[in-house]
Nanobody, 125 residues
Framework: QLQASGGGLVQAGGSLRLSCAAS????????AGWFRQAPGKERQFVAT????????WYADSARGRFTISREDAKNTVYLQMNILKPEDTALYYC????????????????????WGQGTLVTVSS
């Protein structure tokens, strides 16, 4: 089970840190990703991190502003979001995909088996 948290209301230019905590399994066996879905739009990829933490990939919209990281000792993956924009407003989901490959990243949502419930991020202008 994945539990996402850390969303909230923030002004444009502000920051938030999202957390995704795994229970019932060791996060170290999974590549992790963050996705988001804005009202009336399709879910889109935001960022992914490999099991080793050395493989990282961002969507163009996130690169340079967002940072994904993981702390396997706490079974948690983070998404630090800086310089937030109104267009970042969405429900943010974390996801996990079990893999034996320690360095692969996954940007395709239908590859992920496990999903959190989502945490809402609202950025006001």
């Amino acid at each position: 089970q994945l539990q996402a948290s850390g969303g909230g209301l923030v002004q444009a230019g502000g920051s938030l840190r999202l957390s995704c905590a795994a229970s019932g399994r060791s996060f170290s066996n999974y590549v992790a990703g963050w996705f988001r879905q804005a009202p009336g739009k399709e879910r889109q990829f935001v960022a992914t991190i490999s099991r080793s933490g050395k493989g990282i990939w961002y969507a163009d919209s996130a690169r340079g502003r967002f940072t994904i990281s993981r702390e396997d000792a706490k079974n948690t993956v983070y998404l630090q979001m800086n310089i937030l924009k109104p267009e970042d407003t969405a429900l943010y989901y974390c996801a996990a995909h079990e893999t034996s490959d320690r360095h692969s990243v996954v940007a395709v949502d239908n590859t992920y088996e496990y999903w959190g419930q989502g945490t809402l991020v609202t950025v006001s202008s």
